[in-house]
């Protein structure tokens, strides 16, 4: 299993799985979210085709409103 860094915690994940998977597997699929890869932001419309490699960093920041 590749081991991989989000949000400074190590982590593994699935062989195959892609930043989609990652980000369902958090519990935060489907939400307002910006994901750095390596310190390259990561276009939201290539999270389900994008696989996540051994020893990739990952900052994942979630949008919050509020009024």
């Keep these: 299993m590749p081991t991989i860094e989000v ?3 190590k982590r593994k994940v699935p062989k195959q799985a892609t930043i989609a998977d990652l ?6 699929g ?6 750095e890869r390596n310190r390259d932001i990561v276009a939201r419309d290539s999270y389900a085709s994008t696989l996540v490699q051994d020893g990739d ?3 994942i920041v979630e949008f919050v409103g509020g009024g």
Excluded: H, Q, T
């Design 23 to 28: 980000l369902a597997d958090i519990g935060i």
């Design 30 to 35: 489907g939400r307002r979210v910006a994901v």
């Design 57 to 59: 960093v990952f900052e």
């Design 7 to 9: 949000n400074g915690e």
